[in-house]
C-alpha cells in the first residue's frame, strides 16, 4: 500500500468528503482499492484532485486503478439446481402376476410331460386368465380397504389440548441510526455478495441473515434483537454480525472474513 493512501485511510472518508465534495462511497471505494461504483473517468479525475488538496503522490493508486478499468470483470452468477422428484409406482401387483404366472407356467410344463397323470391337461391360457381375474379382484378389495381406512382415519378428529407458558417474545430487528451522513459497505457473509450506500438518521438490514460491516466514520448507534449499542468516533468502524450474535472488530478480523479484502 502507498504511503499517500495510508494518509487518507487516516484522515478518514467523512473529512476528505467535506473538504473536497467527493461522494463519501467514491472516497470509500478509492481509500479501499475496490472500483467497482466508479468508471474510469471518474477515478482519474478524483485521484487528482485528492493530489491537489492533499499534496500526496498517488502515482502507485492511479496505475492500479487504470489498470483495473483496463482489464476484464468476471461476473459469477449463482446456479440454482432444482431437482424434481418424480412420484414412486407401486409394481406390487405387477410382481405378483409374473411370479404367478412363471409358476403356472412351470407345473405346466411339469405335468404336461408326467405319464402319470390322471385327467386331462387344462388349457395354460384359462389357467393365466383365471389367475389374473383373481388378483385384479384381491388388489381392487386392497384398495377399496385401504380407501375406507382412510376416510375413518380422516373423519376422526383428536383433539389435544397444551398449556404453552406466557413469555415474552422479542421481535427481531437490525436497525443503524446516525444523525451524520454515513457511507456505509454491508457483505452478506454466506454469499458475499457486497452492498454500500450513504444515509442519514436510519438503515435497516434483516437480522435473519449474517453480515459484514464497514463504516465512514463512527457517531453511529445499532438497535439489534432489542438490544442497542451506541458509538462514538471520529475513524471508521467495522463489526461483524453472526449467527445473532453482533460485535466491533479490527480490521484483520475484517480481512479473515472477508477472504483478504479491506472492503
Given amino acids: 500500500m502507498s504511503e499517500g493512501l495510508e494518509k487518507l485511510q487516516a484522515i478518514g472518508a467523512q473529512a476528505i468528503y467535506e473538504k473536497t465534495h467527493i461522494p463519501v462511497g467514491h472516497v470509500q471505494a478509492i481509500l479501499h482499492e475496490s472500483y467497482d461504483g466508479l468508471n474510469k473517468i471518474q477515478f482519474t479525475g478524483f485521484i487528482s484532485i485528492l493530489e491537489r488538496e492533499y499534496n500526496l503522490d498517488l502515482n502507485s493508486v492511479k496505475l492500479k486503478g487504470i489498470a483495473y478499468f483496463d482489464g476484464e470483470k468476471e461476473v459469477h452468477e449463482d446456479e440454482s439446481i432444482f431437482v424434481k422428484v418424480q412420484p414412486k409406482r407401486s409394481y406390487k401387483a405387477l410382481y405378483i402376476i409374473i411370479a404367478v ?108 441473515r449474517d453480515w459484514l460491516i464497514t463504516l465512514g466514520h463512527g457517531y453511529v448507534d445499532f438497535e439489534i434483537n432489542g438490544q442497542e449499542y451506541t458509538y462514538k468516533s471520529e475513524k471508521g468502524l467495522k463489526f461483524v454480525y453472526k449467527e445473532g450474535e453482533f460485535k466491533p472488530i479490527t480490521l484483520e478480523e475484517f480481512k479473515r472474513f472477508n477472504r483478504g479484502y479491506v472492503w
Fill in 101 to 208: 404366472i412363471v409358476f403356472l407356467v412351470f407345473l405346466f410344463t411339469f405335468y404336461a410331460d408326467s405319464k402319470e397323470v390322471a385327467e386331462p391337461v387344462v388349457n395354460e391360457n384359462e389357467i393365466i386368465q383365471k389367475v389374473k381375474e383373481k388378483v385384479v379382484d384381491e388388489v381392487n378389495n386392497s384398495d377399496v380397504q385401504e380407501s375406507n381406512e382412510s376416510v375413518v382415519e380422516t373423519n376422526t378428529t383428536v383433539v389435544v389440548e397444551e398449556t404453552v407458558p406466557q413469555e415474552e417474545v422479542v421481535e427481531k430487528s437490525f436497525v443503524i441510526k446516525t444523525h451524520r451522513k454515513l457511507w456505509i459497505g454491508y457483505i452478506e457473509l454466506d454469499t458475499n455478495k457486497k452492498h454500500q450506500t450513504v444515509f442519514k438518521k436510519e438503515f435497516n438490514l434483516d437480522p435473519n
